[in-house]
Nanobody, 121 residues
Framework: QVQLVESGGGLVQAGGSLRLSCAAS????????MGWYRQAPGKQRELVAKITSGSTTNYADSVKGRFAVSRDDAKNTVYLQMNSLRPEDTAVYYC???????????????WGQGTQVTVSS
């Protein structure tokens, strides 16, 4: 079994910073993509940022220049550094990863349990 465990959410004032972490564990052969999605109340889940095994990154337009995604392959961990936070960044943030588990021939998409980020004005 593969699990994604997130940490680092919380309450912060507008203009502040937070760093999210997500560690993958279990019988992992390869990790292809790691990233973050978010879902605000009454809205659809949306991509925030992702990073491939080749370190190619992709960001939502709304977070470009403020957020940075990175990964530590030795720790099977992805990070999201969030700076200049705005009230509209308030959401539940979900870790997402495409991982090839042991005894599988292809990647499988996994989700974390979600962590709340609240930005006060």
């Amino acid at each position: 079994q593969v699990q994604l465990v997130e940490s680092g959410g919380g309450l912060v004032q507008a203009g502040g910073s937070l760093r999210l972490s997500c560690a993958a564990s279990g019988s992992i052969v390869s990790i292809y993509v790691m990233g973050w999605y978010r879902q605000a109340p009454g809205k659809q889940r949306e991509l925030v940022a992702k990073i491939t095994s080749g370190s190619t990154t992709n960001y939502a337009d709304s977070v470009k220049g403020r957020f940075a995604v990175s990964r530590d392959d030795a720790k099977n961990t992805v990070y999201l550094q969030m700076n200049s936070l705005r009230p509209e960044d308030t959401a539940v943030y979900y870790c997402n990863s495409v991982i090839r588990p042991a005894n599988w021939d292809a990647g499988v998409t996994y989700w974390g349990q979600g962590t709340q980020v609240t930005v006060s004005s």
